[in-house]
Each structure stands twice: as structure tokens, then as C-alpha cells.
């Protein structure tokens, strides 16, 4: 009987994490819609205000009450892109950024992670994601802790040429790394998507040569 019991518990609480990973699946997959929609969607157009080498262009995604923040950026020896971010680059200054300069390049994979019981991890990870895929690196999603049949990367699985980026909970919004992890951390969504933005424009900055002969 007791077995059975046990049997019984072990069941309905695989079951419940079995709901909470479709759930944030479902999630994550509306955030990448919305994310190409708006990257499709924004183009170059005036006012713009400078960012250090980039001209951003405010944008409200038609359909939505969702602004977006629209950069071009041209990779070296590379054509003209765009990234799309939800913060304004000029009100992340606050968050404080340590990342060893040894991890912007050298990438064969990047994975975007967080614990499957993080119910607001989706959208900035797919934020997070949507930037690394618009800058050409090979990206997929993960959970950091075992949640079944789906893939489980965490810090641990980081190497020289495979980066982990992992979403943690925390008092302070921050983003650092630890050896070939880089971790963001944030107390809610918001936080942590303010975090995944200042990686982003911060990770830009090291890889562009600015914006200047991009102008239409």
C-alpha cells in the first residue's frame, strides 16, 4: 500500500511538471513569433536617437501596446542586420555588467537556459535567443534543472566554445560570468528582460563597427 501510495505521488508530480514545461514551451513559442514578426516588421525610419555607434529607432508593433527598440548593426566584413529589444539602451546603465571579454567570440553554440519552475523565464530568454540568432549563432533552448525528455544545460555544461546563457532569480538585476557561463539574473520578468537587453547591447558593442554608411 505504501508503495503504491508513493507510486501515486511520484506520478501526479511528474504530471505537474509535464504542464509547467508545455506551459512555458507555449510561451517561449508566442515570444519568438512576436520577436520575428517585430523583426520583419521595423524598419529604418526617423526620429532615431545615437546609442554610442548606433542610430535606435522606437517602434510600436502594429497590433500590440509592445514598443520595441530597433538597432541596424553591421557584423565585420558582414551585411546590414537588426536586433529588436523591449528596453531603451540609455535607462540600463544601472545594471551592472561582468562579463570576462574572452567570452564574446570563439562560439560554435549557445544555449539559453533557466530552472523549468521560473514561470516568467520566457520572454526574456527568447529576447536573449532572438539576439543571439540575429548576430548568426547556432541557438537552442534548455531547462537547467531535469524536467523529463527535454534538454537540460546548465553552467556546468559550458565550455570554450559552447556558451550557456542562464537565467537565474535574484535580489540584484545583473549579468556575469562564471568561467564559460553568463549568467543574468533578475528578481521578475522585467528584471531580468532589462538584464537580457543590456547583454545584448553590450554584446553588440564588442562585435560591430557601428552603423555609420547604414543609413537610408
Same mark, same amino acid.
Request: proline share 4%.
Given at each position: 500500500?505504501?508503495?503504491?501510495?508513493?507510486?501515486?505521488?511520484?506520478?501526479?508530480?511528474?504530471?505537474?511538471?509535464?504542464?509547467?514545461?508545455?506551459?512555458?514551451?507555449?510561451?517561449?513559442?508566442?515570444?519568438?513569433?512576436?520577436?520575428?514578426?517585430?523583426?520583419?516588421?521595423?524598419?529604418?525610419?526617423?526620429?532615431?536617437?545615437?546609442?554610442?555607434?548606433?542610430?535606435?529607432?522606437?517602434?510600436?508593433?502594429?497590433?500590440?501596446?509592445?514598443?520595441?527598440?530597433?538597432?541596424?548593426?553591421?557584423?565585420?566584413?558582414?551585411?546590414?542586420?537588426?536586433?529588436?529589444?523591449?528596453?531603451?539602451?540609455?535607462?540600463?546603465?544601472? &545594471?551592472?555588467?561582468?562579463?570576462?571579454?574572452? $567570452?564574446? #567570440?570563439?562560439?560554435? @553554440?549557445?544555449? +539559453?537556459?533557466?530552472?523549468?519552475? /521560473?514561470?516568467?523565464?520566457?520572454?526574456?530568454?527568447?529576447?536573449?535567443?532572438?539576439?543571439?540568432?540575429?548576430?548568426?549563432?547556432?541557438?537552442?533552448?534548455?531547462?537547467?534543472?531535469?524536467?523529463?525528455?527535454?534538454?537540460?544545460?546548465?553552467?556546468?555544461?559550458?565550455?570554450?566554445?559552447?556558451?550557456?546563457?542562464?537565467?537565474?532569480?535574484?535580489?540584484?538585476?545583473?549579468?556575469?560570468?562564471?568561467?564559460?557561463?553568463?549568467? &543574468?539574473?533578475?528578481?521578475?520578468?522585467?528584471? $531580468?528582460? #532589462?538584464?537580457?537587453? @543590456?547583454?545584448? +547591447?553590450?554584446?553588440?558593442?564588442? /562585435?560591430?563597427?557601428?552603423?555609420?554608411?547604414?543609413?537610408?
Amino acid at each position: 500500500m505504501v508503495s503504491k501510495e508513493k507510486g501515486k505521488k511520484k506520478a501526479q508530480k511528474f504530471s505537474k511538471i509535464e504542464k509547467q514545461v508545455m506551459w512555458l514551451l507555449a510561451v517561449l513559442a508566442i515570444v519568438v513569433l512576436i520577436s520575428v514578426a517585430a523583426y520583419y516588421l521595423m524598419k529604418p525610419k526617423s526620429p532615431y536617437f545615437e546609442y554610442g555607434p548606433f542610430e535606435v529607432y522606437k517602434k510600436r508593433l502594429e497590433g500590440t501596446s509592445v514598443d520595441y527598440y530597433y538597432i541596424p548593426f553591421k557584423m565585420i566584413d558582414g551585411p546590414l542586420n537588426q536586433i529588436a529589444i523591449r528596453n531603451d539602451p540609455r535607462e540600463l546603465g544601472d &545594471i551592472d555588467l561582468n562579463v570576462s571579454e574572452d $567570452l564574446w #567570440r570563439g562560439i560554435s @553554440k549557445v544555449w +539559453v537556459s533557466s530552472d523549468p519552475n /521560473l514561470s516568467y523565464a520566457p520572454i526574456p530568454a527568447g529576447e536573449i535567443g532572438r539576439f543571439t540568432i540575429a548576430i548568426g549563432l547556432d541557438t537552442s533552448y534548455a531547462f537547467s534543472e531535469d524536467a523529463g525528455s527535454y534538454y537540460q544545460m546548465s553552467c556546468e555544461n559550458a565550455t570554450e566554445n559552447i556558451r550557456v546563457v542562464e537565467l537565474r532569480v535574484g535580489d540584484e538585476t545583473k549579468v556575469y560570468s562564471e568561467v564559460n557561463c553568463i549568467i &543574468i539574473e533578475g528578481k521578475d520578468d522585467v528584471e $531580468l528582460s #532589462r538584464a537580457a537587453d @543590456k547583454l545584448a +547591447v553590450t554584446w553588440l558593442e564588442r /562585435l560591430v563597427i557601428g552603423t555609420e554608411g547604414t543609413k537610408k
